[in-house]
């Protein structure tokens, strides 16, 4: 008999919004913390991707491309799409993928990759000092590819680009 998993992906509705923005920023938190200050955490950024989650998920063309790994709550979110950027190597590009802490190791970071982009050719950006996460992806056949950004916005966050 084969274990059915703990969580299921859906398509988020709207009325998921503010619990997609609670695991976002949760994620944000929980990943960044030792990169981050505070200020990246608190209900002012709670109440921005309240709003950004609340206009994705209103627009079907967006919200399609958008899961959520649900057990009793939201436990994960991921967002995929066209690539940003002139210089893309990638049409397609892996925005967001935020798994709560407590979800680590139990396949919902990779049911969620799967749901959105499979094994097609893509990208995506990370933080350069998130370990855990590149070794996810390239666990999943990406790799850097020299590019890189300082993100000034974010505490000089530097992030490389991996692609496959």
Wanted: charged share 25%; hydrophobic share 40%; glycine share 6%.
């Amino acid at each position: 008999m084969v274990n059915e998993p703990a969580f299921r992906i859906e398509t988020p509705r709207v009325t998921d919004a503010a619990e997609v923005a609670r695991v976002h920023v949760q994620g944000w938190a929980e990943t960044y913390a030792h990169l981050l200050p505070s200020t990246f955490y608190d209900e002012a950024t709670f109440l921005k991707r309240l709003e950004m989650w609340t206009a994705i998920l209103t627009n079907p063309a967006q919200r399609s491309r958008v899961r959520i790994a649900r057990d009793s709550r939201i436990v994960g979110v991921v967002m995929a799409g066209p690539s940003t950027g002139k210089t893309s190597p990638r049409a397609i590009e892996l925005h967001i993928l935020y798994v709560l802490t407590s979800e680590h190791g139990t396949g919902v970071g990779q049911a969620l990759l799967d749901a959105v982009i499979g094994t097609e050719p893509a990208q995506l950006w990370v933080a350069e000092d998130n370990p855990r996460a590149n070794a996810f992806y390239r666990r999943n056949g990406f790799s850097p590819d020299g590019g890189r950004f300082v993100d000034a916005d974010a505490n000089d966050l530097v992030e490389v680009r991996l692609v496959r």
